[in-house]
């Protein structure tokens, strides 16, 4: 079963706009992250946050933690058509859980 | 390798037969992961290793599906009389511990 639903499971936004997606999951955590696939590749992770952290940067991604809502949010800001992908969260240590999974377009 | 490699990259076979996908992982990544993608989906957990031991194989949905890592490095998921169904990509994936999964390309898989 997965864990975290993303929502929206599509986004299209056009290059310099912001995009923000959510994450909701069931159980308690000890951390989240998340991923981008760009289409017919693999995964690869952007960013970790721990269960003891709010809010966590990295180049133009935020992302937030908030465990007494069980929701996550992803932030890419000046989006650029390079960003264009799935984006994924994933909750677990060794077993990781992904949800659905986010569609993200940036139109030139 | 610099990274996890997976191979084949594609493969398609008849339902009935018998295919093995291999792994690859990242020099020195104690733990392995298999998961399996359908189209439009997350990935989906299939199986994981620590060294050459299977320390969590809850998600490997039936006795057709198997998976070995003899030698604590590479890994070859087994499937037996494949089915239409299990069509997907499988995903490999290693790490050095509990957090960042580092994952490879893929292999896709097609039964006819």
């Known amino acids: 079963s997965q864990q975290g639903e993303e929502d929206p499971q599509a986004l299209s936004i056009q290059e310099g706009e912001n995009a923000t997606m959510n994450c909701s999951y069931k159980?308690?955590?000890?951390?989240l992250q998340w991923y981008r696939q760009n289409s017919g590749r693999g995964l690869v992770h952007l960013i970790l946050?721990?269960?003891?952290?709010r809010e966590k940067h990295s180049g133009r991604l935020r992302v937030t933690l908030d465990t007494s809502k069980k929701s996550s949010s992803l932030l890419i800001t000046a989006s650029r058509a390079a960003d264009t992908a799935s984006y994924f969260c994933?909750?677990?240590?060794?077993?990781?859980?992904f949800g659905a999974g986010t569609t993200v377009t940036v139109r030139a | 390798g610099a990274g996890v490699s997976q191979t084949p990259s594609n493969k398609v076979t008849e339902k009935g037969k018998y295919v093995e996908l291999r792994c690859d992982p990242i020099?020195?990544?104690?733990?392995l992961y298999w998961y399996r993608q359908s189209l439009g989906q997350g990935p989906e957990f299939l199986i994981y290793?620590?060294?050459?031991?299977?320390?969590?194989d809850s998600g490997l949905p039936n006795d057709r599906f198997f998976a070995v890592r003899p030698e604590g490095s590479v890994s070859t998921l087994k499937i037996q009389r494949t089915e239409r169904g299990d069509s997907a990509v499988y995903l490999c994936?290693?790490?050095?511990?509990?957090?960042?999964?580092?994952f490879g390309e893929g292999s896709r898989l097609t039964v006819l």
């Open positions: 290793f620590q060294g050459t031991g299977a320390a969590d």
């Open positions: 994933a909750t677990g240590d060794y077993k990781l859980s």
């Open positions: 159980t308690s955590i000890n951390n």
């Open positions: 946050i721990r269960s003891n952290e």
């Open positions: 994936a290693s790490s050095e511990g509990p957090g960042e999964l580092f």
């Open positions: 020099s020195g990544h104690t733990a």
